[in-house]
Each structure stands twice: as C-alpha cells, then as structure tokens.
C-alpha cells in the first residue's frame, strides 16, 4: 500500500505543485488510514468499500476528531482515489458520497445581568480607569466589537442625541443608540481625556501616551478590569458584545433588530444566541401550542 501512496504524493509536488505542507497533511491523513485498514485486515486500496469508509469515519468520530478534522480526511481519500482511478489503480471512488458529522457550533459565552452591574457598577477617579469604564459601558450598551471601538474617532459621538456611528465589517457603518450609563462614562472621559489626549487627535480612547489606544491594550485592561472587579471569569471584548445580544434577545425577542444592531450581514450568526432563552422559549411553546398541552382530566383512555 506504501507505493501508490507515494505516487500520489510525488503527483502532488511535481504536477500540481502543492506546498510542503499540504503534501505532509495528505500524507499523514493517508497514512492513518492506512494504518486503519491494516488493522481491520485490509492490505489493498483498490478494497476500501463506502461502508469501509463509514466505519472510518465512525472510528475517527470515537477517537475525538471533529467534524471539520473528519471532513478533511475525507478531502484526502476522495482526492487520492481520483488519482487512484487515473492511474487504474482502484475501480470507483469510495468517499465520494460519504459526509462528514456536522460540527456543532460554537456558543458564546455570555454574562448575565447582574455580573455585568457589578462589573460597571464602580465610581473611578483614575483618569484611566474612568476612560476604562467609558469603553466597556459603550460596548455593553451598544453591541461594538473591538475592533470599531478602537477606530472611534470623537466625530462618531453624537452624546446629545444619544448615539454612535461606527465602521464595520465590510466598511459597512451603522448609526447605534448609546444608553444612558455609557453616556455618563463617556462625559466623565470626555471632561477629564484633554489631559492626556493632544490637540487635533481624533481618537475617542487614547493611551496614556496620548496616541489611540490600540486593541491590545484595550483587551488587556479589559482582562485586568475583570479581575479588580472580582470577575469569575476571564473577561474580553466579545464576551460583553454577545451578553448585549443576548440580554436584547431576552428582552425583545426581536432577532432582525438585534441583527442589525450588531451589524451582521446573515441573520444565520445572529441566530447563535438564540440558545440562551430556549428554555424561556420552551416554555412558551408548551404553555401555547395546542399539540403540546396536555389535557387536562386524566391520560385518556385511547393512550398507551
């Protein structure tokens, strides 16, 4: 089995000249394959049936791989058996049809109500612990990923009217309302920011060096903040952008408004937080649906 393996791995160096790296991630995928076929009895590639593939794929399931590991090594086959076939080598194409398991996405992690009041419940006096606040007040209030908070410029704040204007992903800029706390923090920076920030910089957030505070530096007070405030965990930007999408999509129950609030193209990544209130929803469908309510009076006599 050692020979048409590295046929096609020269096939990928010379003909379609992949990178070192992607001929060592074929390799070694092809490799633990092989490994596994030795294993169940099979010395031949030209064998591997799908449902020897299934089996594989179930074996690497119960060995701890993903759903996107898997479905990398399945890449591997089917494009191995491609050259398998080209160079008459195996007689059909055993991964063709055959899936990877879905991988379940990843849910973000939220606080709730009453860790974020204790974390923004404080009175500073530190110039910069005062600009600290303002910054995470605004991304709680508001739903700012790090990146647009960092690229503020005082020109975007319209205190008064109580709102933001930001830069987002695809240069696409939205109008954002800024509650009531956030503008507090943001006039309190504001009063104290000329004694740090030079004349004619435009940066909301500066540092203490006067120039705009960088995203680093902004995610590292975030994490020193958290721990000052006796946070039981680790805190960082996103953390109190999914909390505000989740603590709107608690109260409201309106998924396009928090869309657009957060600035997402695809109402499929808003819908990540609908997870947090299922069970207030679970609750709803069972108090409301007319197939989920249970009769009242006894089982029935029809039921088993």
Sequence with gaps: MAAPL????????S???HSARTCDNYQRDLQRLALWLTGVGCDCWADLSSHDVRRYVAHLSKGGLGGRSIARHLSSI???????????????????????????RRLPKVADVDQINQLLEVNPDDPLEVRDLAMFELMYSS???????????????????REVRVLGKGNKERILPVGGK???ALNNWLAMRS??????????????????LSRRSIQARLARWGVLQGADQRLHPHLLRHSFASHMLESSG?????QELLGHADIATTQVYTHLDFQHLARVYDQS???ARRRRGGSGSGES
């Design 143 to 161: 739903g700012l990923r790090l990146a647009e908070l960092a690229g503020l410029d005082l020109l975007s704040l319209d205190l008064k009217g």
């Design 182 to 184: 956030a503008v507090t």
């Design 78 to 104: 089917r494009r191995f058996y491609q050259y398998l076939l080209r160079e008459g080598l195996a007689r059909d194409n055993p991964a063709l049809d055959i899936r990877a398991p879905k991988t379940g």
């Design 195 to 212: 004694s740090v920030a030079p004349e004619g910089e435009p940066a909301v957030f500066v540092s203490q060096r006067g120039d705009r």
């Design 6 to 13: 590295s046929g096609f791995i020269r096939h990928l160096q």
């Design 254 to 258: 309106d998924l396009r408004a928090v």
């Design 289 to 291: 649906h007319p197939r």
């Design 15 to 17: 003909e379609k000249r």
